[in-house]
Structure formats: C-alpha cells, structure tokens
C-alpha cells in the first residue's frame, strides 16, 4: 500500500493504448520516476503513474481499484489516444461522462466528476507549446469510465505516426506536469460542435475554467436535472458559459433559469 497525505496527480498508462503507452515513456523520459511497493504504481514528486492493462474507456470499478492506493488524489489524468474520422491531427482535453446511451464505457445518463481547473489549466499550457499542424482544444463531455474522482482526458490524434510525434509528447507531457488549479472555479459549457472552437477560444482568452461540455448535438437530453448532476459533479462549480449561436432558443431558456433558480453566473459569448 501507499500512502501520502500530500495531494497527488494520478496519471493512467493503459497497455490497450499506443498512444497513452507513448505518452507515459516520453513522460518516464523527463521525470525521474521511482517504483513503489507497488508493482504497477510509479513516483516522481507529487506525479504518480500507475499502469493498467485494461482499457481506460471501460475501466468500470476504476474508483474502487485507486482507492487502494490510499493516496489523495488532486486530479486523475488518463492519458489516451484520439479518434477523428476527419483524420485532424489535434490534441485534446476533456471530462467523462454519457448525456444519454453509454456506447463507449460509464454509465447511461452520469457523468464523472470534472476537473476544469486542471483540465483547463492543461489546455493553456498546450496552446503555449504549439505543435506545428496540430489543433489544440477541448472536446465536448463524451464516453466513460465513470469515476468521482476529479479528472480528465487529453489526447494525441488521429494516427500513429501522430502517437509518436516528440514535439506533440514533449506539449502534453508538459501540461501533464505542469497544470495546476488557479482557484477560479469551475463553468459547465454549453453549445456549439463536439470541439467547442468559441469555449475554447474563450478559456484561452480569460481565466475561467471549464468542465463539463454540454454540445448542440446532445441538447435533446438537457433538461434542468442534466444541468443539476452537472453542476453537482463540477469541482468548484461557479457558472455556466453558454455559446449562444451555438445553442437553440429552447434550450436557451432552459439554461438561463436554471442560472437564475441556483443564483450561478451566466456568461454569453
């Protein structure tokens, strides 16, 4: 068993992950990790990695398994490959969760608990250190597991010569290390496509940050108990940013008197 009373970054290597196995040696690369009593557990400083072989998508007990760990976790980041039928080379940041059907892990209609001040934070740095032909940017909330541990994804897409890219691996594995909580709370997004290009815009060009990514294709699930568990499961939640164009009128109303009902900010862009 381990313990450490310090808060920790929780990164997770899974085997069935090219890319999420090549992000976690690029980042054995630039820190000085040391083996724990256990096997599967690494320690550099505060960053822990801890490597599974199973699929994180479907990692469906993850909170029980790193509960073992006995460690207090300040955020868990699964590091993982993405996928673009577009074939866009990006790399990515985002929370867990299913609005509706959970076609690719977690649980239908929950959502994990998201992280948006290191989540966020891990953007900027990334948008810091560009990458020459890739985008950075957030993804709408999407697939599982599910965990109550505050947390996110970020990405390497689409290929595998992408996977492998040392200045893509040098960007995430900085904002891996480096990405911290700057205590401005935490928004839930609302509207436009799956990548969120005027919320992302937004983050980088303020302080704020955010969570939990509700995108136009999935407003026939939002309804006010959507809006609850997703302010429920937002560290820190403060408000909500809300990408006007990129939301239908009806829905519109629904988030502005939810905003009003629970007294949160409501930002319009």
Known sequence: MVHSNEKVKLVLESAQDPASISISAFLQEQLSFSQTDNPSLLKAGEIYLLKTDKKHLYFDNIDEEISKLDLNIETLIFLSKHSSQAKINSLTVHPTGNFSEASLGGIPGQLSFADPGNMSSALRIMNQLPVKDFSITFEATHHGPLTMIPSFFIEIGTEP???????????????????????????IGIGGGHYSPKITDYVLQNSINV???????????????????????????????????????????????????????????
Not at 161 to 187: H, M, P, S, Y
Not at 238 to 266: H, Q, W, Y
């Open 161 to 187: 010569k992408d996977w492998e890219n040392r200045d893509a691996l040098q960007t995430v594995t900085q904002a891996v290390i480096k990405c911290r909580d700057n205590g401005e709370g935490g928004f």
């Open 211 to 269: 969570g939990h990514i509700i995108p136009k294709h999935n407003h026939e699930n939002l309804n006010p108990s959507l809006l609850k568990q997703a302010a429920e499961r937002t560290r820190s939640f403060r408000g909500i940013v809300m990408d006007k164009k990129g939301t239908r009128g009806p829905v519109r109303e629904i988030v502005k008197n939810f905003a009003d009902e629970i007294s949160c900010e409501l930002i319009v862009i």
